[in-house]
T-cell receptor
Framework: GAVVSQHPSWVICKSGTSVKIECRSL??????MFWYRQFPKQSLMLMAT?????????EQGVEKDKFLINHASLTLSTLTVTSAHPEDSSFYIC????????????FGQGTRLTVV | GEDVEQSLFLSVREGDSSVINCTYT??????LYWYKQEPGAGLQLLTY?????DMKQDQRLTVLLNKKDKHLSLRIADTQTGDSAIYFC?????????????FGQGTELSVKP
C-alpha cells in the first residue's frame, strides 16, 4: 500500500509552547487528509478534514484556533498545537486519501505528544 | 448520529479462531473496514467490505456482514501471537462526501501461546 509518514514520532514540550506535526504522503497525491486524536485505550476521534488548498473542516468541539491545520500541498499537511497544555497530551494520527470516499485512506504511524 | 460499538477485550489461545464483533447504527454505510493497530503505531487496513456484500474472505481473515442487524464481524483463523493488537471497525456513511471514517472503540486481542 501507499506510505504516509508522520513526523515526529514523539515529542515532549513545555506548557505554553507550540508544536507542529507533519503528515506526508510519500508516493501519492493526497487530496484529502484527516487528523485524529486517540486517548489511551480509546478510539480515534476525528478532529478535522483538510483538502489541499482550502480551509480545514473541524469537527464539533475541536478548537480551530488551538489546532491549526494547513494543507498547502498535495503531499503535506501540518497540525500545529498552539499554546499546548498537559490536557493536549495524546496520540495524534493522520490519514491521507488520494481520491474519493471509495478509495483507501492510509494512516501515518502517529505522533505521541506529551506536554509537561 | 452514527455510532460504532465493539467489545473491548478478547483473549484466545494460539491456533484457535478469533471472532471480533462490531455493531453500527448508520444504515446508509457504504463501506465497512477492519483496521489493526499495534502498540504505539498507526493503523493498518486489514480488509473492507462493501455494504451490498455478505461475506468476504482474504486468506486467514473472513468478514461477515449482517446488514439487517447492522452487525459486522472479523474472524481470524489459526490466530498467532503476532495477531495480538487492537482491532478497529470503521464505517463510511453514504452521506459523508468527505469520506471520513467513524471508528469503534477498538477490541484488544490477546493471543496466548
Amino acid at each position: 500500500g501507499a506510505v504516509v509518514s508522520q513526523h515526529p514520532s514523539w515529542v515532549i514540550c513545555k506548557s505554553g509552547t507550540s508544536v507542529k506535526i507533519e503528515c506526508r504522503s510519500l508516493d501519492f497525491q493526497a487530496t484529502t487528509m484527516f487528523w485524529y486524536r486517540q486517548f489511551p485505550k480509546q478510539s480515534l476521534m476525528l478532529m478535522a478534514t483538510s483538502n489541499e488548498g482550502s480551509k480545514a473542516t473541524y469537527e464539533q468541539g475541536v478548537e480551530k484556533d488551538k489546532f491549526l491545520i494547513n494543507h498547502a500541498s498535495l503531499t503535506l499537511s501540518t497540525l500545529t498545537v498552539t499554546s499546548a497544555h498537559p490536557e493536549d497530551s495524546s496520540f495524534y494520527i493522520c490519514s491521507a486519501r488520494g481520491g474519493g470516499s471509495d478509495t483507501e485512506a492510509f494512516f501515518g504511524q502517529g505522533t505521541r505528544l506529551t506536554v509537561v | 448520529g452514527e455510532d460504532v460499538e465493539q467489545s473491548l477485550f478478547l483473549s484466545v489461545r494460539e491456533g484457535d479462531s478469533s471472532v471480533i464483533n462490531c455493531t453500527y447504527t448508520d444504515s446508509s454505510s457504504t463501506y465497512l473496514y477492519w483496521y489493526k493497530q499495534e502498540p504505539g503505531a498507526g493503523l493498518q487496513l486489514l480488509t473492507y467490505i462493501f455494504s451490498n456484500m455478505d461475506m468476504k474472505q482474504d486468506q486467514r481473515l473472513t468478514v461477515l456482514l449482517n446488514k439487517k442487524d447492522k452487525h459486522l464481524s472479523l474472524r481470524i483463523a489459526d490466530t498467532q501471537t503476532g495477531d495480538s493488537a487492537i482491532y478497529f471497525c470503521a464505517e463510511t456513511p453514504l452521506w459523508n462526501q468527505g469520506g471520513k471514517l467513524i471508528f469503534g472503540q477498538g477490541t484488544e486481542l490477546s493471543v496466548k501461546p
